[in-house]
C-alpha cells in the first residue's frame, strides 16, 4: 500500500523568512496530494493541493509542487509569519470516483520565531 | 452552513468499557471517513463509509472496532472493551458525493482517553 515520508520533523525559522517541507510517497497511481495546517488541538484544515496533472500551485504565500517522476512534492511558505506556527501535514491519495482515502506524513512541526 | 460535527469532544473511559463516538457531516455530503491520531502522529485512516454502506474497513483494527453510517443520523465510531492504547483523538471527515477530487473537511475530533 501507499506510504509517505515527510520531512524534517521540526522546522524553525525567523519570521519573514521561507519554509519548505518535503514528502515523498511509494504508489505511483496516487493522483491527489492535498496539505493540511494543523494547530494545537484543533482539527486539520486543508491549505493546498495539487493533482497528479499539474505540477506547481500557489496561493498567496504558499506553493506546492510536484515531481511524478521522482514521487515526491513539496510545500513552500514565503514570508513566513507566527501565525504559521503549526503541524503541517502531506498526504496522498488514489482519487477515484469521489474516494481519497488519504495517506498521511508524520507531519512537520512550523515554529516561527518572531 | 454548519461543519461537520463531532460528539463528544473529551471523552474518558475505563478499561473494558465501550466508547461511541458520533460524527454528523457537512450538510449534503455522503461520504465519510474516520482516521485516528495517535499524540505527536499522523492521521491513520480507518474506515471510509457512504451511507449505510462500509466501502473500506482496511485501516480498522479486525476486533473490538465497528462503525455505521445509517441512513437517517451520524456515523458512528463503536470501541469495545477499550485498552489503554485506544486512547488517541479521532477524528471524522466528510464529502460530497460525485467528482474526482473532493476535498475532505474534517470535524473537531473526539479525543478518547482510556484509564
Known amino acids: 500500500g501507499e506510504n509517505v515520508e515527510q520531512h524534517p520533523s521540526t522546522l524553525s525559522v525567523q519570521e519573514g523568512d521561507s519554509a519548505v517541507i518535503k514528502c515523498t510517497y511509494s504508489?505511483?497511481?496516487?493522483?491527489?496530494f492535498p496539505w493540511y495546517k494543523q494547530e494545537l488541538g484543533k482539527r486539520p484544515q486543508l491549505i493546498i493541493d495539487?493533482?497528479?496533472?499539474?505540477g506547481e500551485k500557489k496561493d498567496q504565500r504558499i506553493a506546492v509542487t510536484l515531481n511524478k517522476t521522482a514521487k515526491h512534492f513539496s510545500l513552500h511558505i514565503t514570508e513566513t509569519q507566527p501565525e504559521d506556527s503549526a503541524v503541517y501535514f502531506c498526504a496522498a491519495s488514489m482519487a477515484t470516483g469521489g474516494y481519497n482515502k488519504l495517506i498521511f506524513g508524520a507531519g512537520t512541526r512550523l515554529a516561527v520565531h518572531p | 452552513n454548519a461543519g461537520v460535527m463531532q460528539n463528544p469532544r473529551h471523552l474518558v473511559r475505563r478499561r473494558g468499557q465501550e466508547a461511541r463516538l458520533r460524527c454528523s457531516p457537512m450538510k449534503g455530503h455522503s461520504h465519510v471517513y474516520w482516521y485516528r491520531q495517535l499524540p505527536e502522529e499522523g492521521l491513520k485512516f480507518m474506515v471510509y463509509l457512504q451511507k449505510e454502506n462500509i466501502i473500506d474497513e482496511s485501516g480498522m483494527p479486525k476486533e473490538r472496532f465497528s462503525a455505521e453510517f445509517p441512513k437517517e443520523g451520524p456515523s458512528i465510531l463503536r470501541i469495545q472493551q477499550v485498552v489503554r492504547g485506544d486512547s488517541a483523538a479521532y477524528f471524522c471527515a466528510s464529502s460530497p458525493a460525485g467528482g474526482q477530487y473532493n476535498e475532505q473537511f474534517f470535524g473537531p475530533g473526539t479525543r478518547l482517553t482510556v484509564l
Open positions: 504508489d505511483s497511481a496516487s493522483n491527489y
Open positions: 495539487i493533482r497528479s496533472n499539474v
